[in-house]
Structure formats: C-alpha cells, structure tokens
C-alpha cells in the first residue's frame, strides 16, 4: 500500500505540500483531488523518488522508492504523457522499456492490448495523438504488472470514450488486488471512478473519506425549473406548506426537505410547468467547489449547471 506521512515540500517560499498524511490500499481506486496547484504532483513525485521530500515520508509498502527492489515490478507510475522517442513505435518503446528492466518483451504487447492501442502498436509516437500518448504512458505503467499504480492525471487528453475506458481499466486493476492512487483536479471524474477520495488544497489533506460517505451527504437537495420568477414564486410557496426548504433563484428553485414526487404534486397544484427537476450538488461536488472558489475566487456558477464541476476546476 502507499503510505504519505506527515509530507512537507518547500519550493523556496512555496509551500507545495504542507504535512500531507494518508494511505491508499489495495483493491480500491484512491482518488487523489485538489484544484490546481494543491500539491497533488508533487506528492506524486515524492511517492516517486523523483523528488526529496522537506520533510516527512512518502513509502511504497513501507519503502521509499529508491529502496525498493525491482521498481518496475513494484509500482507503475504515469505522470506526465511526455519523455518518448517520437521516431519509435508505440511496441518498440514498450520493449526498450521491458528490455531495460529485465522483463519478457512479450509484455509489451499484453499491455498494448490492456491500453486499447494494440492497433496502433507499429505506428510512431510521433503521430500519436495527446490521449494515445497517455494511453501508451499507462501501457508502459502496467508493463511489470505491479501491484502498485500511480497516476497523475491520466484522463487529461481523453476523449469521452477514452474516459470511460480508463474508468473500466482501473477498476479492473482495483479488482485484481492493485492499489491505485490516481490524481485529478476534474471532480466528476473521481466521482464515477474511486472507491476512497482524498481531497487536498494547498498542500494539506482537506477531507479522507470513503467516496460513498461523501457523495451521501446532502449538498444540494434538488434543483428545480420553472417558467419564469412567477412561477417559481408560486411554487415556493406551495412547496413550503408541503414543509419543504426552499431557496429561489431567478425562475429556478433549490429545494431541500421533500422528495421529487412531492415537487411534481406541488407544481400541479399551483399551475407551474417543471422545466427541470434534478439532485442538486453531491457533499463531494459541494465540498470541491467550495474549495476551488476558495483558492481561485469568482462567483458560483449558475446552479445545478452539468458543466460546473468541470470547469469550476479547470
Ligand atoms: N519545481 C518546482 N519549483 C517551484 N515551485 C514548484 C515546483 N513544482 C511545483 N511547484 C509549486 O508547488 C505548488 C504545487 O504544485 P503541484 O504541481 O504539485 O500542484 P498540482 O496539485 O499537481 O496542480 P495541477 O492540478 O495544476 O496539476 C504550486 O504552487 C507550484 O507552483
Ligand atoms: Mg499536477
């Protein structure tokens, strides 16, 4: 398992990683969250060796990386889709790789098909598109097969499909036993995919949890349209004497007290068109905006809007 303990890096002045502690463990996606220039890479590096911590531990079952024996076969790290030779194919890269390390070049094909690019295995990087980069970059992660992943964020240059793939291929590792710590400032994306989310903001842990206690708590209730201010007026109404909590915004409603069904019953009652009736934010979403608007400023985005936790973090 990865263990971060008490983790402090200093840039000079900049205080990238501020006594960050926690675990990932085996069998579960651990979802490493933060806005931009949290610390997430950073950490990422100490875990790595590739760079010396301040102070505090980053270990690897119970290693630092320098320590560990065959670091191939031990941990499987993706940062950045960059450092290829663009003259080589995607197979032939792999193999450098297997070759260096001392393993059978034929994994490098097992894990051009793991990374959906066996069809482009004989073609140059140099032509490879910035998601079939980071695909070839989590081929060569899971080359050793080992039981440790790291990966920072690797869904950055995916198209959707790509998306849900690397979903599915994570999850597939978590089930075979594999610890997976993957970064992402993109919250929607470690929503749909982590098992455990730790959340960081200026180099210090904000929330360790598992991902079903966050998105369990209330965060918004449920996000209701109407027709115009009137509407929404006459609604409110109704759905307050239905014993509901209710906040206007503009033609829209954010209800919290009541289910969906009771919204609908008050709607036909006071003669309002639903335009929409939707769950509002989830505790995580709720928790990771307010910390992005925290760290970058602005003002919320239009609620319940589907692009917001996005691009509130982007
Ligand atoms: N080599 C470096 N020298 C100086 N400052 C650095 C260095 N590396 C990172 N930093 C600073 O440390 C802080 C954390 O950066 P880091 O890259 O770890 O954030 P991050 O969470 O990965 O952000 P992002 O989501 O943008 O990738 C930032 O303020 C960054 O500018
Ligand atoms: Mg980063």
Same mark, same amino acid.
């Given at each position: 398992?990865?263990?971060?303990?008490?983790?402090?890096?200093?840039?000079?002045?900049?205080?990238?990683?501020?006594?960050?502690?926690?675990?990932?463990?085996?069998?579960? *996606?651990?979802?490493? =969250?933060?806005?931009? &220039?949290?610390?997430?890479?950073? !950490?990422? #590096?100490?875990? +790595?060796?590739?760079?010396?911590?301040?102070?505090?531990?980053?270990?690897?079952?119970?290693?630092?990386?320098?320590?560990?024996?065959?670091?191939?076969?031990? *941990?499987?790290?993706? =940062?950045?889709?960059? &450092?290829?030779?663009?003259?080589? !194919?995607? #197979?032939?890269? +792999?193999?450098?790789?297997?070759?260096?390390?001392?393993?059978?070049?034929?994994?490098?094909?097992?894990?051009?098909?793991?990374?959906?690019?066996?069809?482009?295995?004989?073609?140059r990087v140099v032509g490879f598109s910035l998601g079939m980069r980071q695909r070839l970059a989590l081929a060569a992660a899971v080359l050793g097969q080992p039981p440790v992943l790291i990966l920072d964020e690797p869904a950055n240059g995916l198209d959707p499909a790509g998306i849900h793939w690397l979903r599915g291929f994570l999850r597939h590792l978590a089930g075979l036993g594999c610890t997976v710590l993957v970064s992402s400032h993109v919250l929607a994306e470690v929503e749909q995919t982590a098992d455990h989310v730790v959340i960081v903001a200026r180099g210090k842990v904000v929330r360790d949890a598992p991902l079903a206690e966050l998105v369990g708590e209330d965060g918004g209730g449920l996000l209701v349209g109407t027709e115009g201010p009137d509407d929404a007026a006459g609604l409110a109404a109704a759905l307050e004497r239905a014993g509901a909590t209710v906040r206007v915004e503009g033609e829209r409603l954010r209800v919290s007290g009541v289910a969906a069904a009771e919204v609908g019953r008050a709607a036909l009652a006071a003669g309002a068109v639903l335009t929409e009736l939707s769950a509002g934010r989830s505790g995580l979403e709720k928790i990771f905006l307010e910390l992005t608007m925290a760290e970058f400023g602005g003002t919320e985005p239009a609620a319940g809007d589907p692009a917001v936790s996005a691009e509130a973090a982007s």
């Open positions: 398992m990865i263990l971060v303990e008490e983790l402090v890096k200093h840039f000079g002045a900049v205080r990238a990683v501020d006594g960050l502690s926690f675990a990932a463990r085996p069998g579960q *996606v651990t979802g490493f =969250l933060g806005p931009n &220039g949290a610390g997430k890479t950073t !950490t990422l #590096r100490m875990l +790595l060796g590739l760079v010396e911590p301040t102070s505090g531990r980053a270990l690897i079952d119970g290693r630092r990386y320098a320590d560990l024996g065959n670091p191939v076969e031990r *941990v499987g790290a993706a =940062l950045e889709a960059t &450092g290829f030779h663009p003259g080589r !194919t995607a #197979r032939d890269h +792999l193999r450098v790789t297997c070759l260096a390390a001392g393993l059978p070049t034929g994994r490098a094909d097992e894990a051009l098909e793991l990374a959906g690019l066996a069809d482009a295995a004989d073609r």
